[in-house]
C-alpha cells in the first residue's frame, strides 16, 4: 500500500507540474539599477545549517519507498552529482516500516557518494527513527517535514500531532547532524517559525503554497473529495514576507514553487539563504531526461549571475 502510494504521489504530481497556475512571485518587482556597480566577483555561495554550499539552490525532497520512485531518485542524484547540487530524498518513513524499500533511498548515496545529501522524516518519528535514516544515507543533514494537512485529507493519514513537539526538540538535540524544519507546500507563518527556533531549530524551509499540493493530490485519491480546501495554506512569498524579520535569529530556505532564476533572486531578497526546488526539477527530468536537466541547470547558475550583474549585488546576502 505504502509503494502504491508513493507512485500516486508522483504521479500526480507530473500532472500539477505541467499546470501554469499564477504565482505571488510575478507581483514581485526589482527596482532596476541603470547603472549597475559590481566591486567583487559574483560568487553563488551560501551556508544553511552550518553547511557551506557552492550554490544557493538544492534539489529538494520529492521521492522514495517504491521501485517507480527508485529510479527517479537514480536520476535525480546523477544529475545532483553532475551540477554539485546538494540533494534530499524524500520521506524515509515507507523505509523505516519496511527494510526492503531502503534501497529506493540508499541508490541516492550509491549514486553520489561524496555529494551533500538529506535524509528526510515525517515529525512523528521518533529520533532512534531520525537516527537510523541518517544512517541510511549517512546523511549530511536530517529533514523533519510537517506536513498535517496532508495527513488529514490522506483518507489513511495520522490524526494526532501531539508528539511532534516533543520528536523535533529530541530530533534537533540529538541525532548528530544538522536538522532543517521543512513545510510541504502550506507556508509557514511568522508564529509557526518562532515556535521552532523555540524548540532549537536554527534552519526552517518556509515551503509555501505554489508547487506540488499534497491536498490536491490526496484529494484525487479520496472517495469523496474536500475541493475547498484546495487552497489552503501561505504561499512562498507570503511566508518570506511574514518571516522577514526573523531571518537573522534562524537560517531561512525557500521552496514551493519556485520556477526559474528570478524567482530565486525575489526569494534572496525576501530573507531566504538558499533555495530547494521539487516539482520544477522533476518536470524536468519527466520532459527531457537527465542530460536535459543538467544542461537547464547549468544555465541557471549562469542567469542567476547575470540577474545578480543587473542588480549590482556579488554575494547571495546582498
Not at 146 to 157: D, F, H, K, R
Not at 190 to 211: F, W, Y
Not at 246 to 260: E, P, T, Y
Request: net charge negative; aromatic share 6%; hydrophobic share 45%.
Amino acid at each position: 500500500m505504502t509503494s502504491i502510494r508513493k507512485d500516486d504521489h508522483i504521479r500526480l504530481a507530473l500532472q500539477q507540474s505541467e499546470e501554469n497556475p499564477a504565482s505571488d512571485f510575478d507581483r514581485i518587482r526589482f527596482v532596476h539599477r541603470s547603472i549597475p556597480i559590481n566591486k567583487d566577483p559574483i560568487s553563488l555561495h551560501t551556508t544553511i545549517a552550518g553547511l557551506e554550499m557552492n550554490f544557493p539552490f538544492y534539489i529538494n525532497a520529492m521521492t522514495g519507498g517504491s521501485e517507480t520512485a527508485k529510479k527517479i531518485n537514480a536520476q535525480l542524484a546523477q544529475v545532483a552529482k553532475a551540477t554539485g547540487l546538494a540533494m534530499a530524498t524524500g520521506s524515509l518513513s515507507a523505509a523505516l516500516k519496511d527494510p526492503k524499500l531502503e534501497e529506493s533511498y540508499r541508490i541516492v548515496r550509491d549514486t553520489f557518494e561524496d555529494g551533500m545529501i538529506f535524509a528526510n522524516i515525517g515529525a512523528d518519528r521518533t529520533l532512534e527513527d531520525a537516527r537510523k535514516a541518517v544512517k541510511i544515507l549517512n546523511a549530511n543533514a536530517l529533514q523533519i517535514h510537517l506536513n498535517a494537512p496532508q495527513e488529514i485529507v490522506m483518507p489513511e493519514g495520522d490524526r494526532e500531532f501531539h508528539l511532534w513537539e516533543k520528536n523535533i526538540s529530541d530530533i534537533v538535540k540529538n541525532v548528530g547532524v544538522e536538522v532543517i524544519v521543512k513545510e510541504v507546500g502550506f507556508g509557514m507563518s511568522r508564529h509557526t517559525v518562532n515556535h521552532l527556533i523555540g524548540l532549537g531549530v536554527k534552519t526552517v524551509d518556509v515551503s509555501g503554497r505554489g508547487g506540488t499540493n499534497f491536498i490536491r493530490i490526496e484529494n484525487a485519491r479520496r472517495p469523496i473529495a474536500l475541493e475547498y480546501l484546495d487552497e489552503w495554506g501561505l504561499s512562498t512569498v507570503e511566508s518570506l514576507i511574514d518571516c522577514y524579520a526573523l531571518s537573522d535569529k534562524v537560517d531561512v530556505i525557500a521552496s514551493g514553487g519556485i520556477r526559474h532564476p528570478l524567482d530565486m533572486a525575489k526569494a534572496f531578497a525576501l530573507g531566504a539563504k538558499a533555495i530547494g526546488l521539487s516539482g520544477t526539477i522533476l518536470s524536468l527530468l519527466q520532459s527531457g531526461g537527465v542530460k536535459y536537466a543538467i544542461s537547464v541547470i547549468e544555465n541557471w547558475k549562469e542567469e542567476l549571475r547575470m540577474i545578480m550583474l543587473m542588480l549590482g549585488v556579488s554575494h547571495i546576502e546582498e
